[in-house]
């Protein structure tokens, strides 16, 4: 069965999808619609169902799976699923959400061993224990969650890649930069979304739980570290630095950062943040399409559509 990324405009669907996401909206003239975020192994696609129906609304939910046909169209330089029939899968059609669930190209064992080896090498007890613990404690749900909703690692162990990717450009910038305290670095990797096993429902169709809506993942984990500081009865200048490294690591207020980085180790924290969140959207957009074409527009990366060369200089892969 063709997977969704891969139909052009014009083209027909008909496959059985995920629902990612459902948001009700009204029309100018006042019917009520539904735009749908749909989703296989290989990316979404934004479907309309116009005219829709409380029946409608109560029955796609996300994390159902649902049968649909439709036309492909193009939206403000994005696909777009216009639907024709869509109906809600049952066990007669013999499909699973695992069966259409993106997930990140990593080992769950490799991963654990090497955050592992990057907590043993920090040298302050203080960083290292109050790491070690947290990472403990969310171990499997860090393992499983995606790192947003939208955007960037929004798959199955998308917060694993997300936080194995910055971790090895961490010690890349360390080596050039011999003055940076990696303890703090490398803490500050793993520790700066961890929060999102709170803030998000799971790792399939994840939406913002309640505690999410009101706190968010960074004042979640600012909490956590000072709970943990506690129970471990850790006190000085290094908890409250891994609170402002949390606290910042987005940047700027108007990007969600209560506190702009105020150490050098934070700038950097968000920096290499930054660096993997935007080579994950472009590198995927790009797999989507083929040597001399545009991809989709990209609305975090200021609306741009990125262009695939036609040559290749080295021996370079894309990651999916």
């Keep these: 069965m063709k997977e969704v990324n891969h139909y052009k405009v014009g083209e027909q669907v008909d496959n059985y999808l995920l629902i990612k996401s459902v948001t009700k909206g009204v029309t100018s003239n006042g019917k009520p619609f539904l735009t749908i975020m749909l989703q296989d192994k290989s990316g979404e696609i934004e479907a309309k ?3 829709s129906t409380p029946e409608d609304e109560e029955s796609l939910c996300p994390q159902n799976i649902i049968k649909i046909t439709g036309d492909v169209t193009s939206y403000r330089g994005r696909n777009q699923l216009k639907i024709k029939t869509i109906r809600l899968a049952t066990e007669m059609d013999q499909v699973r959400v695992s069966d259409l669930v993106e997930s990140a190209p990593i080992n769950e064992q490799d ?3 090497t955050i592992t080896n990057y907590i043993f090498e920090m040298r302050n007890p203080k960083i290292q224990r109050i790491t070690r613990y947290l990472f403990k404690k969310h171990q499997k749900d860090f393992m499983a969650y995606p790192a947003a909703t939208k955007n960037h690692h929004e798959y199955v162990s998308g917060l694993a890649h997300h936080v194995v990717s910055m971790l090895r450009l961490a010690r890349e910038i360390a080596a050039l930069y011999p003055s940076l305290d990696t303890d703090l670095l490398y803490a500050g990797v793993i520790l700066h979304d961890l929060g999102k096993v ?23 984990m600012v909490n956590e570290v000072g709970t943990a500081a506690e129970e471990l009865e850790i006190e000085g200048e290094e908890v409250t630095i891994l609170q402002h490294l949390i606290l910042s690591h987005h940047g700027k207020a108007e990007w969600g950062s209560p506190k702009s980085p105020l150490i050098k180790e934070g700038e950097i924290l968000h920096l290499i943040d930054n660096i993997d969140a935007k080579m994950n959207m472009m590198e995927r957009a790009l797999n989507k399409v083929q040597p001399g074409e545009f991809t989709e527009r990209i609305f975090p990366l200021d609306n741009r559509s990125f262009y695939k060369p036609e040559f290749q200089s080295n021996d370079a892969k894309v990651r999916s």
């Design 111 to 113: 991963v654990i061993e």
């Design 198 to 220: 709170t803030e998000l429902s799971g790792s399939v169709a994840a939406q913002y739980t309640f505690e999410g809506k009101l706190l968010g993942h960074i004042s979640i």
């Design 49 to 51: 169902l116009w005219d």
